[in-house]
């Protein structure tokens, strides 16, 4: 293995592994050595031991899937092969079949030549970042002796009906004596995980289904399609005509919106609107919901005027799954789309949370555009400043600009500056209810960045 885990965490970023593929941690070897740590971390017991694993349709996902097959097996893990399936699937089918592990390999929302590996415990969740730790240990370790014997070698089998329990999953999210007839709603899926199970979840509900990135070849996987370039989604509502738009991204565990005047309802509209639903029809339990710092503060105004606490956390829709289970809560998201409905799932699903979306519009019985925005957001900018090694957030320079637009912004708004968790990004959010002032410090603060990244 890499000398380059010897100076510890390197693996395990807020999202698993990622990286291009083919290079490290992208990698056969890291991989391979991946399925026999995690394989040995959770083989406890006499129990025959099995792991479910699940891809989205990039072209790298069958070397890695191999790669993660052979370190498996030779741990001793029997393997379940469900193919192109969303990451919250594979949550799902962990649990069901009550297996020791989920693996899915997905780069989410990047482009195809990048690649990753989510990993999720028994329970169906992600792991913590002290069990990431524990088994990023392992694969830094020569683990030749701690291999299965021969006659306990797993076997590689395919659940021939994975999609099938998935899409009934999601379906049961949905009110039950309640139909899709008579919405025209244009789905895109990136030409990712959901390109087969979304459709078809959607039509059996009744739904006339209008499917644009359903039609993956191993390189288009979020290719100017899906949550993240929702363009295509706009024009497509206008030209059918459409009742509605569903964007999911190359995962499926992160949903936009587009209402039929092709205008885009982002992850914090659809957070409030589930929760007031919640609400009520009394299912949202204790009157609070979670979000992460991006989320806008006209959001937490409307919640709280509806009695309803917004807690926030750390980016990432693994740190709001832990508030929530902290507090025992229902829902929680993130403005990118992220979605976390507890009741149904325990991670992100963009199918599920677009389909309580969809439980409004035919409880109401109005047009999307007057149902979908229940608050008036906050001015908010975000811009993201590319970096090659370092620490730009270290620099004295940006201190002291962070500093004076900290300031400036002192009980008016809020600065989030931060790195990404995915790629070599420092993102930097203004939010305020003067645009201009929005505009003005975020502007000076990224030519802080951009002097810190060329020092």
């Known amino acids: 293995m890499s000398k380059e885990l010897k100076s510890g965490r390197k693996l395990f970023g807020t ?45 790298s996902g069958y070397m890695i899937e191999s790669a993660l097959v052979s370190g498996f097996l030779s741990a001793g893990m029997d393997v379940i092969l469900v193919g192109p399936l969303p990451t919250p699937a594979i949550a799902m089918l962990t649990r069901s079949l009550r297996a020791d592990l989920g693996v899915m390999i997905s780069a989410s929302h990047n482009p195809f030549y990048d690649n990753g590996i989510k990993l999720f415990g028994p329970d169906g969740y992600k792991l913590s970042d002290e069990v990431e730790a524990e088994i990023e240990s392992l694969i830094d370790q020569d683990l030749t ?28 999210s949905f009110p039950k004596g309640s139909r899709l007839d008579g919405l025209r709603i244009v789905l895109d899926c990136a030409n990712g995980a959901a390109y087969r199970v979304a459709p078809t979840a959607l039509w059996e509900l009744g739904a006339d289904v209008i499917k644009i990135g359903c039609e993956p070849n191993g390189v288009n996987i979020n290719a100017s399609c899906g949550s993240t370039h929702p363009e295509a989604l706009q024009e497509a509502v206008l030209a059918h005509k459409a009742h509605l738009g569903i964007a999911l991204d190359g995962d499926a565990d992160r949903v936009i919106i587009v209402d039929e005047k092709g205008v885009i309802v982002d992850g914090d509209q659809i957070l409030g609107l589930i ?24 959001l937490e105004k409307t919640l709280a005027e509806n009695g309803i606490t917004l807690h926030r956390t750390a980016v990432g829709d693994r740190y709001v799954v832990e508030k929530m289970r902290e ?38 019985g109005r047009p999307a555009s007057e149902v979908l925005r229940v608050f008036q957001p906050f001015p908010q900018m975000l811009r993201n400043v590319r970096y090659q090694g370092g620490d730009p957030l270290g620099s004295d320079t940006l201190a002291r600009s962070r500093a004076a637009a900290e300031a400036k912004l002192a009980g008016k708004g809020r600065l989030v500056l931060r790195k990404s968790g995915t790629e070599p990004l420092i993102r930097v959010m203004v939010e305020a209810e003067d645009p201009a002032l929005v505009e003005e410090i975020v502007t000076s603060i990224c030519t802080a960045v951009q002097e810190a990244v060329a020092a």
């Open 15 to 59: 999202d698993g592994i990622r990286g291009k593929a083919n290079s490290f941690p992208m990698t056969v070897d890291v991989a391979l050595s991946l399925g026999q740590a995690a394989g040995l971390y959770f083989r406890r017991g006499a129990h025959r031991h099995s792991v479910v694993l699940g891809k989205d349709t990039r072209l």
């Open 145 to 172: 002796a701690q291999m299965a014997p021969p006659e306990e070698v797993g076997r590689a089998s395919r659940l021939n009906d994975a999609a099938g329990r998935y899409i009934e999953a999601a379906k049961a």
């Open 275 to 298: 929760t007031l639903f919640l609400q009520r029809n009394e299912r949202l339990g204790s009157n609070d919901a979670v979000a992460t710092i991006m989320s806008n503060l006209g």
């Open 327 to 364: 507090h025992g809560l229902r829902l929680g998201g993130e403005q990118s789309g992220h979605m976390i409905l507890s009741d149904f799932a325990t991670t992100g699903d963009g199918l599920i949370a677009a389909l309580q979306v969809l439980a409004v519009l035919v409880e109401e």
